[in-house]
Protein backbone atom coordinates (compact mmCIF):
# COMPACT_ATOMS: atom_id res chain seq x y z
CA UNK A 1 0.00 0.00 0.00
CA UNK A 2 2.68 2.37 0.91
CA UNK A 3 4.74 1.45 -2.24
CA UNK A 4 1.49 2.72 -4.46
CA UNK A 5 0.67 5.68 -2.54
CA UNK A 6 4.67 7.04 -3.29
CA UNK A 7 4.23 5.91 -7.10
CA UNK A 8 0.68 7.90 -7.01
CA UNK A 9 2.58 11.45 -5.73
CA UNK A 10 5.80 10.87 -8.30
CA UNK A 11 3.14 10.35 -11.26
CA UNK A 12 1.33 13.52 -9.58
CA UNK A 13 4.50 15.86 -9.53
CA UNK A 14 5.67 14.77 -12.80
CA UNK A 15 2.85 16.25 -14.75
CA UNK A 16 2.95 19.47 -12.43
CA UNK A 17 6.55 19.55 -13.20
CA UNK A 18 5.97 19.53 -17.14
CA UNK A 19 3.34 22.45 -16.54
CA UNK A 20 4.09 25.29 -13.93
CA UNK A 21 6.92 25.03 -11.34
CA UNK A 22 6.16 26.98 -8.49
CA UNK A 23 9.03 28.25 -6.07
CA UNK A 24 7.31 29.88 -3.15
CA UNK A 25 3.82 29.27 -4.41
CA UNK A 26 1.53 26.36 -4.32
CA UNK A 27 0.24 28.18 -7.28
CA UNK A 28 2.20 28.95 -10.15
CA UNK A 29 0.38 31.30 -12.65
CA UNK A 30 -0.83 28.74 -15.67
CA UNK A 31 1.64 31.02 -17.89
CA UNK A 32 4.90 30.57 -16.65
CA UNK A 33 6.99 27.37 -16.54
CA UNK A 34 8.24 29.01 -13.89
CA UNK A 35 6.80 31.37 -10.61
CA UNK A 36 9.25 32.28 -8.55
CA UNK A 37 7.27 34.11 -4.96
CA UNK A 38 9.36 36.20 -2.57
CA UNK A 39 8.49 38.42 0.07
CA UNK A 40 12.47 38.95 0.98
CA UNK A 41 14.56 37.33 -1.61
CA UNK A 42 15.10 37.86 -5.33
CA UNK A 43 16.52 35.73 -8.75
CA UNK A 44 19.92 35.82 -9.01
CA UNK A 45 21.07 35.47 -12.41
CA UNK A 46 24.63 33.83 -13.63
CA UNK A 47 27.40 35.88 -13.30
CA UNK A 48 30.08 36.06 -15.96
CA UNK A 49 33.07 38.19 -16.93
CA UNK A 50 32.87 39.13 -20.50
CA UNK A 51 35.95 40.11 -22.62
CA UNK A 52 34.36 41.86 -25.26
CA UNK A 53 30.96 42.41 -27.03
CA UNK A 54 32.12 39.17 -29.24
CA UNK A 55 33.61 36.72 -26.42
CA UNK A 56 32.22 32.80 -27.38
CA UNK A 57 34.76 31.08 -25.24
CA UNK A 58 33.88 32.29 -21.81
CA UNK A 59 31.05 30.66 -22.39
CA UNK A 60 31.62 28.05 -25.15
CA UNK A 61 29.12 28.09 -28.01
CA UNK A 62 26.15 29.88 -26.29
CA UNK A 63 23.06 29.18 -26.91
CA UNK A 64 21.28 32.42 -28.47
CA UNK A 65 19.19 33.96 -25.94
CA UNK A 66 20.97 32.85 -23.38
CA UNK A 67 20.39 35.61 -20.09
CA UNK A 68 23.83 36.48 -17.80
CA UNK A 69 25.05 39.44 -15.97
CA UNK A 70 28.28 40.66 -16.92
CA UNK A 71 30.09 41.99 -14.01
CA UNK A 72 33.03 43.16 -15.89
CA UNK A 73 34.21 46.09 -17.75
CA UNK A 74 36.19 45.93 -20.84
CA UNK A 75 36.30 49.63 -22.01
CA UNK A 76 34.03 52.08 -23.67
CA UNK A 77 35.30 51.58 -27.04
CA UNK A 78 32.18 50.53 -29.70
CA UNK A 79 33.28 46.32 -28.77
CA UNK A 80 33.48 47.47 -24.90
CA UNK A 81 31.33 46.07 -21.94
CA UNK A 82 30.02 47.62 -18.90
CA UNK A 83 28.50 45.73 -16.31
CA UNK A 84 25.02 44.66 -17.07
CA UNK A 85 22.52 42.25 -17.91
CA UNK A 86 23.35 40.59 -21.76
CA UNK A 87 21.91 38.76 -23.94
CA UNK A 88 23.39 36.65 -26.64
CA UNK A 89 21.89 37.12 -30.33
CA UNK A 90 23.73 34.53 -32.34
CA UNK A 91 26.94 36.89 -33.05
CA UNK A 92 27.40 38.88 -29.39
CA UNK A 93 26.45 39.72 -26.59
CA UNK A 94 23.13 42.91 -26.04
CA UNK A 95 22.98 44.81 -23.25
CA UNK A 96 19.75 44.85 -21.98
CA UNK A 97 18.07 48.40 -22.09
CA UNK A 98 16.01 50.44 -19.18
CA UNK A 99 15.83 53.32 -18.60
CA UNK A 100 18.26 53.84 -15.91
CA UNK A 101 20.38 51.88 -17.78
CA UNK A 102 20.58 53.07 -21.92
CA UNK A 103 19.44 56.35 -21.12
CA UNK A 104 20.22 57.34 -17.36
CA UNK A 105 18.48 60.27 -15.36
CA UNK A 106 21.41 61.68 -13.68
CA UNK A 107 22.55 64.52 -12.05
CA UNK A 108 19.90 67.65 -12.24
CA UNK A 109 17.26 66.37 -14.93
CA UNK A 110 20.21 65.19 -17.54
CA UNK A 111 19.31 62.29 -19.74
CA UNK A 112 22.20 60.65 -20.67
CA UNK A 113 23.01 56.90 -22.84
CA UNK A 114 25.86 54.94 -21.68
CA UNK A 115 28.04 55.67 -23.97
CA UNK A 116 27.72 59.42 -23.51
CA UNK A 117 28.58 61.93 -20.94
CA UNK A 118 31.92 62.56 -18.76
CA UNK A 119 34.63 59.96 -20.07
CA UNK A 120 31.57 58.03 -22.47
CA UNK A 121 30.39 55.95 -19.13
CA UNK A 122 26.93 57.72 -19.45
CA UNK A 123 27.10 58.36 -15.68
CA UNK A 124 28.33 61.94 -15.25
CA UNK A 125 27.89 65.44 -17.25
CA UNK A 126 29.40 67.41 -14.47
CA UNK A 127 27.51 69.75 -12.55
CA UNK A 128 25.44 70.78 -15.81
CA UNK A 129 21.96 70.26 -15.50
CA UNK A 130 19.13 69.85 -18.11
CA UNK A 131 21.74 68.29 -20.72
CA UNK A 132 20.22 65.76 -23.15
CA UNK A 133 23.49 63.86 -24.56
CA UNK A 134 22.86 60.70 -26.88
CA UNK A 135 25.52 59.08 -28.88
CA UNK A 136 29.20 58.00 -28.13
CA UNK A 137 31.43 60.40 -26.50
CA UNK A 138 28.48 63.08 -26.50
CA UNK A 139 29.10 65.96 -23.84
CA UNK A 140 32.04 63.74 -22.56
CA UNK A 141 34.28 66.98 -21.19
CA UNK A 142 31.32 68.57 -19.84
CA UNK A 143 32.01 70.25 -16.21
CA UNK A 144 29.05 73.04 -16.06
CA UNK A 145 27.29 73.39 -19.08
CA UNK A 146 23.69 73.14 -19.37
CA UNK A 147 20.73 72.81 -21.15
CA UNK A 148 23.04 71.38 -24.32
CA UNK A 149 21.50 69.31 -26.62
CA UNK A 150 24.46 66.24 -28.07
CA UNK A 151 22.78 63.66 -30.49
CA UNK A 152 25.03 61.61 -32.36
CA UNK A 153 28.87 60.59 -32.22
CA UNK A 154 31.48 63.29 -30.37
CA UNK A 155 28.86 65.83 -30.67
CA UNK A 156 29.95 68.66 -28.38
CA UNK A 157 32.79 66.48 -27.23
CA UNK A 158 34.89 69.23 -25.74
CA UNK A 159 32.29 71.37 -24.10
CA UNK A 160 32.76 72.73 -21.05
CA UNK A 161 30.97 75.56 -20.03
CA UNK A 162 28.75 75.93 -22.47
CA UNK A 163 24.92 76.19 -22.96
CA UNK A 164 22.09 75.89 -24.80
CA UNK A 165 23.87 74.36 -27.68
CA UNK A 166 22.19 72.48 -29.90
CA UNK A 167 24.43 69.60 -31.67
CA UNK A 168 22.90 66.81 -34.05
CA UNK A 169 25.27 64.92 -36.37
CA UNK A 170 28.92 63.10 -36.58
CA UNK A 171 31.29 65.52 -34.70
CA UNK A 172 28.82 68.52 -34.71
CA UNK A 173 30.58 71.51 -32.50
CA UNK A 174 32.97 68.97 -31.48
CA UNK A 175 35.92 71.80 -30.21
CA UNK A 176 33.60 74.03 -28.67
CA UNK A 177 34.35 74.73 -24.91
CA UNK A 178 32.49 77.82 -23.75
CA UNK A 179 30.03 78.79 -27.02
CA UNK A 180 26.37 79.80 -26.29
CA UNK A 181 23.63 79.09 -27.98
CA UNK A 182 24.67 77.51 -31.24
CA UNK A 183 22.98 75.16 -33.43
CA UNK A 184 24.71 72.82 -35.53
CA UNK A 185 22.67 70.12 -37.56
CA UNK A 186 24.87 67.56 -39.66
CA UNK A 187 28.64 66.02 -40.11
CA UNK A 188 31.45 68.01 -39.35
CA UNK A 189 28.81 71.49 -39.03
CA UNK A 190 30.57 74.08 -36.29
CA UNK A 191 33.08 71.41 -35.74
CA UNK A 192 36.74 73.90 -35.00
CA UNK A 193 33.86 76.66 -33.29
CA UNK A 194 35.13 77.14 -29.79
CA UNK A 195 34.11 80.22 -27.91
CA UNK A 196 31.16 81.86 -31.18
CA UNK A 197 28.02 82.61 -29.84
CA UNK A 198 24.55 82.14 -31.44
CA UNK A 199 26.01 80.50 -34.85
CA UNK A 200 23.48 78.52 -36.90
CA UNK A 201 24.45 75.52 -39.35
CA UNK A 202 22.29 73.72 -41.07
CA UNK A 203 24.05 70.48 -43.46
CA UNK A 204 27.52 69.00 -43.88
CA UNK A 205 30.48 71.18 -43.05
CA UNK A 206 28.47 74.42 -42.77
CA UNK A 207 30.93 76.84 -40.72
CA UNK A 208 33.08 73.94 -40.08
CA UNK A 209 36.03 76.45 -40.01
CA UNK A 210 34.39 78.98 -37.54
CA UNK A 211 36.12 79.03 -34.49
CA UNK A 212 35.12 82.75 -32.40
CA UNK A 213 32.41 84.36 -35.16
CA UNK A 214 28.84 84.79 -33.73
CA UNK A 215 25.89 85.28 -35.24
CA UNK A 216 26.67 83.39 -38.36
CA UNK A 217 23.58 81.55 -40.24
CA UNK A 218 24.75 78.51 -42.57
CA UNK A 219 22.72 76.74 -44.87
CA UNK A 220 23.22 74.44 -47.41
CA UNK A 221 26.03 71.72 -47.42
CA UNK A 222 29.85 73.81 -46.89
CA UNK A 223 27.91 77.43 -46.57
CA UNK A 224 30.31 79.73 -45.11
CA UNK A 225 32.82 77.12 -45.06
CA UNK A 226 36.08 79.19 -45.00
CA UNK A 227 34.84 81.76 -42.12
CA UNK A 228 36.81 81.89 -39.06
CA UNK A 229 36.05 84.96 -37.05
CA UNK A 230 33.80 86.76 -39.10
CA UNK A 231 30.01 87.71 -37.32
CA UNK A 232 26.63 88.00 -38.50
CA UNK A 233 27.28 86.98 -42.29
CA UNK A 234 24.65 85.03 -43.98
CA UNK A 235 25.41 82.09 -46.72
CA UNK A 236 22.78 79.77 -48.04
CA UNK A 237 23.84 77.65 -50.90
CA UNK A 238 26.72 75.56 -51.23
CA UNK A 239 30.43 76.14 -50.41
CA UNK A 240 29.20 79.89 -49.81
CA UNK A 241 32.13 82.21 -49.32
CA UNK A 242 34.41 79.00 -49.53
CA UNK A 243 37.54 80.99 -49.13
CA UNK A 244 36.17 84.15 -47.16
CA UNK A 245 37.88 84.06 -43.55
CA UNK A 246 37.22 87.27 -42.09
CA UNK A 247 34.53 90.13 -42.60
CA UNK A 248 30.65 90.85 -41.38
CA UNK A 249 27.85 90.78 -42.27
CA UNK A 250 28.35 89.83 -45.36
CA UNK A 251 25.39 87.84 -47.46
CA UNK A 252 25.73 85.11 -50.26
CA UNK A 253 22.92 82.99 -51.58
CA UNK A 254 23.49 80.43 -54.48
CA UNK A 255 26.02 77.49 -55.30
CA UNK A 256 29.35 78.91 -54.72
CA UNK A 257 28.61 82.64 -54.83
CA UNK A 258 30.83 84.70 -53.39
CA UNK A 259 33.52 82.47 -55.05
CA UNK A 260 36.85 83.77 -54.37
CA UNK A 261 36.64 86.55 -51.63
CA UNK A 262 38.99 86.64 -49.06
CA UNK A 263 37.96 89.44 -47.04
CA UNK A 264 35.61 92.84 -46.75
CA UNK A 265 32.45 93.50 -44.99
CA UNK A 266 28.65 94.00 -45.89
CA UNK A 267 28.74 92.52 -49.47
CA UNK A 268 26.16 90.55 -51.28
CA UNK A 269 26.19 88.10 -53.53
CA UNK A 270 23.27 86.38 -55.24
CA UNK A 271 23.25 83.82 -57.91
CA UNK A 272 25.59 80.67 -58.59
CA UNK A 273 29.37 81.34 -58.72
CA UNK A 274 28.73 85.09 -58.23
CA UNK A 275 31.98 86.94 -57.46
CA UNK A 276 34.14 90.44 -58.42
CA UNK A 277 37.35 91.35 -58.88
CA UNK A 278 38.06 92.87 -55.70
CA UNK A 279 38.78 89.91 -53.27
CA UNK A 280 39.29 92.11 -50.51
CA UNK A 281 36.41 94.92 -50.96
CA UNK A 282 33.54 96.39 -48.54
CA UNK A 283 29.86 97.13 -49.40
CA UNK A 284 30.23 95.40 -53.07
CA UNK A 285 27.11 94.09 -54.71
CA UNK A 286 26.33 91.15 -57.50
CA UNK A 287 23.66 89.85 -58.74
CA UNK A 288 23.73 87.17 -61.46
CA UNK A 289 27.14 87.89 -62.57
CA UNK A 290 25.39 91.25 -63.88
CA UNK A 291 24.40 93.73 -61.91
CA UNK A 292 26.94 94.89 -59.77
CA UNK A 293 27.47 97.50 -56.93
CA UNK A 294 30.23 99.54 -55.04
CA UNK A 295 29.34 101.55 -51.97
CA UNK A 296 26.35 99.66 -50.95
CA UNK A 297 24.66 98.09 -47.85
CA UNK A 298 25.98 100.92 -46.05
CA UNK A 299 24.80 101.19 -42.12
CA UNK A 300 21.88 104.30 -42.49
CA UNK A 301 23.35 107.51 -40.66
CA UNK A 302 21.14 110.46 -40.59
CA UNK A 303 24.38 112.45 -40.08
CA UNK A 304 26.35 110.93 -42.82
CA UNK A 305 23.36 111.06 -45.42
CA UNK A 306 25.58 112.89 -47.83
CA UNK A 307 28.14 110.13 -48.17
CA UNK A 308 25.63 108.20 -49.64
CA UNK A 309 27.22 107.26 -52.39
CA UNK A 310 25.77 103.22 -53.64
CA UNK A 311 27.44 103.28 -58.07
CA UNK A 312 25.02 100.57 -59.42
CA UNK A 313 26.53 98.85 -62.78
CA UNK A 314 25.18 96.41 -65.19
CA UNK A 315 27.80 94.74 -67.15
CA UNK A 316 30.71 96.07 -65.46
CA UNK A 317 31.80 95.65 -61.47
CA UNK A 318 33.31 98.68 -61.43
CA UNK A 319 30.68 101.22 -62.03
CA UNK A 320 32.01 104.83 -62.05
CA UNK A 321 28.35 106.84 -61.61
CA UNK A 322 25.04 105.79 -59.60
CA UNK A 323 23.98 103.84 -62.74
CA UNK A 324 26.83 102.64 -64.98
CA UNK A 325 25.48 100.99 -67.89
CA UNK A 326 28.22 98.88 -70.30
CA UNK A 327 26.84 96.97 -73.27
CA UNK A 328 29.21 94.43 -74.07
CA UNK A 329 27.47 94.13 -77.82
CA UNK A 330 29.95 94.11 -80.41
CA UNK A 331 27.65 93.86 -83.57
CA UNK A 332 28.05 96.74 -86.51
CA UNK A 333 24.44 96.82 -87.57
CA UNK A 334 21.53 98.35 -86.02
CA UNK A 335 19.41 96.67 -84.23
CA UNK A 336 17.39 96.48 -81.24
CA UNK A 337 19.89 94.61 -79.98
CA UNK A 338 22.58 97.62 -79.87
CA UNK A 339 19.87 99.37 -77.84
CA UNK A 340 21.59 100.19 -74.16
CA UNK A 341 18.29 101.47 -72.45
CA UNK A 342 14.95 100.81 -73.91
CA UNK A 343 11.72 101.98 -72.02
CA UNK A 344 8.31 101.58 -73.00
CA UNK A 345 5.09 101.71 -71.64
CA UNK A 346 1.02 102.61 -72.58
CA UNK A 347 -0.12 105.67 -70.57
CA UNK A 348 -2.59 108.49 -72.09
CA UNK A 349 -0.03 111.33 -70.77
CA UNK A 350 3.27 111.86 -71.20
CA UNK A 351 5.83 109.51 -70.95
CA UNK A 352 8.87 110.90 -70.08
CA UNK A 353 12.29 110.62 -68.82
CA UNK A 354 12.95 113.01 -66.13
CA UNK A 355 16.53 114.85 -64.48
CA UNK A 356 16.70 117.38 -61.43
CA UNK A 357 19.53 118.65 -60.40
CA UNK A 358 17.78 120.47 -57.03
CA UNK A 359 20.92 122.39 -56.30
CA UNK A 360 20.27 126.28 -56.60
CA UNK A 361 23.83 127.04 -57.15
CA UNK A 362 25.20 129.44 -59.52
CA UNK A 363 26.61 126.26 -61.61
CA UNK A 364 24.00 123.86 -61.22
CA UNK A 365 22.18 122.42 -64.19
CA UNK A 366 20.36 119.41 -65.45
CA UNK A 367 21.10 117.74 -68.64
CA UNK A 368 22.25 114.65 -71.18
CA UNK A 369 25.98 114.28 -71.87
CA UNK A 370 26.84 112.61 -75.13
CA UNK A 371 30.38 112.00 -75.67
CA UNK A 372 32.54 110.74 -78.38
CA UNK A 373 34.88 108.10 -78.22
CA UNK A 374 38.20 110.42 -78.22
CA UNK A 375 35.94 112.94 -75.99
CA UNK A 376 35.75 113.67 -72.42
CA UNK A 377 33.09 116.36 -70.49
CA UNK A 378 34.49 119.65 -72.53
CA UNK A 379 36.06 118.04 -75.72
CA UNK A 380 34.40 116.42 -78.27
CA UNK A 381 30.64 116.07 -76.98
CA UNK A 382 27.40 117.41 -77.00
CA UNK A 383 25.06 118.92 -73.89
CA UNK A 384 21.12 119.55 -73.99
CA UNK A 385 19.57 120.96 -70.65
CA UNK A 386 18.25 123.50 -68.83
CA UNK A 387 20.54 126.13 -66.09
CA UNK A 388 18.93 126.11 -62.66
CA UNK A 389 17.56 129.21 -61.15
CA UNK A 390 20.69 130.81 -60.11
CA UNK A 391 22.86 129.73 -62.70
CA UNK A 392 25.42 132.53 -63.52
CA UNK A 393 28.72 130.78 -64.92
CA UNK A 394 31.09 132.90 -67.20
CA UNK A 395 31.97 129.45 -69.35
CA UNK A 396 28.68 128.05 -69.99
CA UNK A 397 25.94 129.65 -72.24
CA UNK A 398 22.50 130.97 -70.89
CA UNK A 399 21.06 132.34 -67.76
CA UNK A 400 19.26 131.42 -65.06
CA UNK A 401 16.58 128.28 -66.32
CA UNK A 402 17.83 128.95 -70.13
CA UNK A 403 17.67 125.88 -72.00
CA UNK A 404 21.17 125.21 -74.31
CA UNK A 405 22.47 122.95 -76.23
CA UNK A 406 26.18 122.92 -76.79
CA UNK A 407 28.96 121.14 -78.63
CA UNK A 408 32.21 121.01 -78.64
CA UNK A 409 32.92 118.48 -81.79
CA UNK A 410 33.12 119.78 -85.04
CA UNK A 411 29.80 121.21 -86.62
CA UNK A 412 26.99 120.81 -85.23
CA UNK A 413 24.27 119.41 -87.77
CA UNK A 414 20.34 119.12 -87.26
CA UNK A 415 18.64 117.11 -89.90
CA UNK A 416 15.24 115.75 -90.32
CA UNK A 417 15.90 112.58 -91.90
CA UNK A 418 12.07 111.95 -93.66
CA UNK A 419 12.41 113.11 -97.24
CA UNK A 420 9.20 115.10 -97.36
CA UNK A 421 9.07 116.45 -93.73
CA UNK A 422 10.65 120.05 -92.71
CA UNK A 423 12.43 121.35 -89.87
CA UNK A 424 9.93 123.79 -87.64
CA UNK A 425 11.34 126.83 -84.99
CA UNK A 426 7.87 127.77 -83.12
CA UNK A 427 7.74 129.83 -80.21
CA UNK A 428 4.81 129.93 -77.24
CA UNK A 429 2.94 127.49 -74.77
CA UNK A 430 1.79 124.34 -73.55
CA UNK A 431 -1.57 125.52 -72.99
CA UNK A 432 -3.71 127.42 -75.34
CA UNK A 433 -3.21 129.15 -77.57
CA UNK A 434 -0.36 126.51 -77.76
CA UNK A 435 3.21 127.33 -80.08
CA UNK A 436 3.19 128.94 -82.82
CA UNK A 437 5.43 128.23 -86.04
CA UNK A 438 7.97 130.77 -86.60
CA UNK A 439 10.56 129.71 -89.10
CA UNK A 440 10.12 126.27 -91.39
CA UNK A 441 12.91 125.26 -93.49
CA UNK A 442 11.31 122.88 -95.99
CA UNK A 443 11.97 119.37 -97.37
CA UNK A 444 13.06 121.07 -101.08
CA UNK A 445 15.30 123.95 -99.34
CA UNK A 446 12.85 126.64 -98.97
CA UNK A 447 12.94 128.90 -96.02
CA UNK A 448 9.92 130.35 -94.84
CA UNK A 449 9.27 132.88 -91.38
CA UNK A 450 5.99 132.98 -90.29
CA UNK A 451 4.82 131.13 -93.36
CA UNK A 452 4.20 127.23 -93.23
CA UNK A 453 4.33 127.14 -97.05
CA UNK A 454 7.56 128.85 -98.19
CA UNK A 455 7.85 128.68 -102.29
CA UNK A 456 11.22 130.24 -102.61
CA UNK A 457 14.70 129.82 -100.71
CA UNK A 458 13.87 132.52 -98.59
CA UNK A 459 10.34 133.83 -98.02
CA UNK A 460 9.63 136.10 -95.66
CA UNK A 461 5.29 136.85 -95.33
CA UNK A 462 5.76 140.31 -92.43
CA UNK A 463 7.94 143.18 -93.05
CA UNK A 464 11.45 143.35 -92.81
CA UNK A 465 13.80 145.71 -91.32
CA UNK A 466 17.43 145.23 -91.87
CA UNK A 467 20.31 147.01 -89.68
CA UNK A 468 23.71 147.53 -90.44
CA UNK A 469 26.22 149.34 -87.75
CA UNK A 470 28.78 149.15 -90.53
CA UNK A 471 29.47 153.40 -91.74
CA UNK A 472 32.55 152.61 -93.65
CA UNK A 473 30.48 150.23 -96.01
CA UNK A 474 27.85 151.04 -99.04
CA UNK A 475 25.51 148.45 -99.21
CA UNK A 476 23.04 148.50 -102.19
Known amino acids: MKRKLIIILFLVNGIVAESQV ?15 HSDSKGLLITRISLNSSTDSTTIPSPATGLLIYNIASSGISQDGLAPGYYYWNGNKWIKLGTGEDDIKFIGTSNHVTQDAGTGGLGNDVGTGGYNIAFGAQA ?8 YN ?47 GDRNAGFGSFT ?28 GIGLNTFFNKTTGNENIAIGSWAGTGQISGDRNIFIGGSTSVSDKTGSNLLNIGNSIFGTNVNIP ?15 NTDTPSAPLDIQSTRTTTSISPNNTV ?25 SGFLAVAN ?33 G ?4 MQIANASLSQSIIFSTGTAVTPFFKERMRISANGFIGIDTSTPMLHFIITEQLHLQWECPAQIIP
Do not use: C
Open 149 to 195: VAIGTSPLLKNTTGNYNVSVGFQTLINNTYGNLNNAFGYGSLQNNKS
Open 139 to 146: LSNNTSGS
Open 374 to 406: NGYNSSNMAWIGINNENFNSTHDIGGPNDITFV
Open 300 to 314: FNASLNDLRVANIGI
Open 408 to 411: TGKD
Open 207 to 234: LPSNTTGSYNLALGEGALYGNLIGSYNI
Open 22 to 36: GIGTTTPDKSAILDL
Open 341 to 365: VNAGGNINSPLQYKIQNTNSGTLAR
